[in-house]
């Protein structure tokens, strides 16, 4: 039986030989404008997964699993690949393969296999694992270790996981108390309100809620929705995101309403459900219905001219687009649109906003000094807009971001943009006291 990596490596097999090798996807690429090696590279990397499939070179080689653990996945190679080389599901196929091949595993992918499979497959374990993480967030621990010390005389990895959890708080705890006036279109969305989203950015889903009830929508949010699964694909373990998307398709069975998203990382993968079941005869046609509703919050507020609120503070404001938002959802000037919509917004562009902020789920975490190297640049663009409010359309990157910008120093609040327009309507009395 063909594997998935060699399945895939057939059907790009058209695409792979139309490469023409112009280098657009090393440009594009974080980790090759890091290390110059060519192994980092998308080109580099697909070349060792065919040299892996035709017996040229062993999977459990130490350069193989190296050089595919540090890619980013964050897909800029997609849109600059004249070919259209669908690089994203290959990397994940090809983690896969390493997955289920090599036996002998490091101490960082025991807990990642743990933790996925135990905590993350468990409803009432995840919800317990959020609520005791943000509990221990809002008691301001992580902060009182930090300022302490402590959390680096641990490790510095200790120290940016704890500055991450930090980092999570809400860029207006106040505006939480307030109920939406609107008058319903009699069109219902539904919200995928996600794991992480939910359990630690649960400010940013009433936000979200919020605002498409201001702007005319009914919300709905099926209970039996769970985690989207991107964090087990990207991590090779496609048959727990499998047993996810499933969960996932049969919750949002219920209606034929638009899928609403307000995470890059979530709204790239619900869309890729309709590529995880392509083959699956009993599936395929429920994912590929599935995966056409999705749609980022911006996206939907877009589809009418967005309601306008007042201006906010003038702090100057800027925009980072999130990778799976930009390359995978395809709608980060739709999330941009809910910045431009606020009056007499401070606004500076962001040099190179597309280009990956390091943090690629756990990746930081997995892969500390390449996910610092990217994080640099992105800082660097970030201190030359002189902005301190950045928005940005993902958890991850939100996280990763302001962690960044604590460590070394910068005075930069980092939120989702729809916080933001929240905000505006706040000020613009569209809100009750409950």
């Known amino acids: 039986m063909k594997s998935e990596l060699t399945r895939l490596l057939s059907q790009e097999e058209e695409k792979l030989l139309a490469c023409v ?6 440009e594009a690429c974080p980790t090759y404008s890091l290390t110059n090696n060519e192994n980092d590279s998308p080109r580099g990397r697909i070349y060792l997964m065919r040299a892996v499939e035709e017996g040229r070179l062993d999977i459990t080689s130490e350069v193989f699993s190296r050089h595919i653990s540090r890619c980013l996945g964050c897909r800029a190679c997609e849109m600059a690949c004249p070919a259209g080389v669908e690089y994203g599901h290959l990397l994940e196929a090809a983690r896969t393969e390493i997955k289920t091949t090599v036996k002998k595993k490091t101490f960082t992918d025991k807990v990642l296999h743990f933790v996925l499979r135990q905590i993350w497959l468990s409803p009432f374990r995840l919800k317990m694992f959020f609520a005791s993480s943000k509990r221990m967030r809002d008691l301001k621990i992580p902060t009182l270790l930090l300022k302490t010390k402590i959390a680096r005389l641990l490790s510095k990895r200790f120290e940016f996981a704890l500055t991450l959890l930090e980092s999570s708080k809400p860029f207006n705890p106040s ?15 539904s919200l995928f309100k996600g794991c992480v989203m939910e359990g630690l950015f649960t400010h940013v889903n009433r936000a979200t809620e919020r605002v498409l009830k201001v702007n005319g929508y009914e919300v709905e949010n099926p209970e039996t929705q769970f985690c989207c699964g991107a964090l087990h694909a990207h991590a090779g373990d496609l048959e ?18 638009a899928i609403i998203t307000n995470a890059g990382g979530c709204g ?131 996280m990763q971001i302001a962690t960044g910008a604590k460590l070394c120093g910068m005075n930069l609040k980092v939120c989702h943009p729809v916080e933001l327009l929240d905000e505006s309507y706040k000020r613009a009395g569209f809100y009750n006291e409950k």
Request: glycine letters at 6%; hydrophobic letters at 30%; one cysteine or more.
């Open 268 to 398: 790239a993968m619900l869309l890729g459900y309709e590529n995880l079941f392509a083959h699956d005869e009993e599936l395929k046609d429920k994912a590929r219905e599935f995966s056409s509703r999705i749609k980022d919050i911006g996206q939907q507020l877009s589809e009418n001219e967005i309601v306008k609120g007042s201006a906010i503070e003038n702090t100057t404001t800027t925009y980072d687009a999130s990778c799976h938002l930009y390359y995978g959802q395809h709608a980060s000037e739709k999330s941009l649109a809910m910045l431009k919509s606020i009056p007499e917004l401070n606004f500076n562009a962001l040099d190179d906003s597309e280009r990956c902020c390091g943090g690629a789920g756990i990746y930081n975490l997995a892969q500390p000094e390449m996910s610092s190297g990217v994080l640099d640049e992105k800082l660097k663009h970030i201190k030359d807009s002189k902005a301190e409010i950045l928005a940005t359309g993902n958890p991850g990157c939100q």
């Open 21 to 26: 090798h112009c280098g657009l996807c090393l």
């Open 240 to 257: 727990s995101a499998k047993i996810l998307a499933k969960k996932n398709i049969e919750a949002f069975s219920k209606s034929k309403n």
């Open 175 to 189: 505006v939480s108390i307030r109920n939406p006036k609107s008058e319903i279109r009699n069109q219902s969305v």
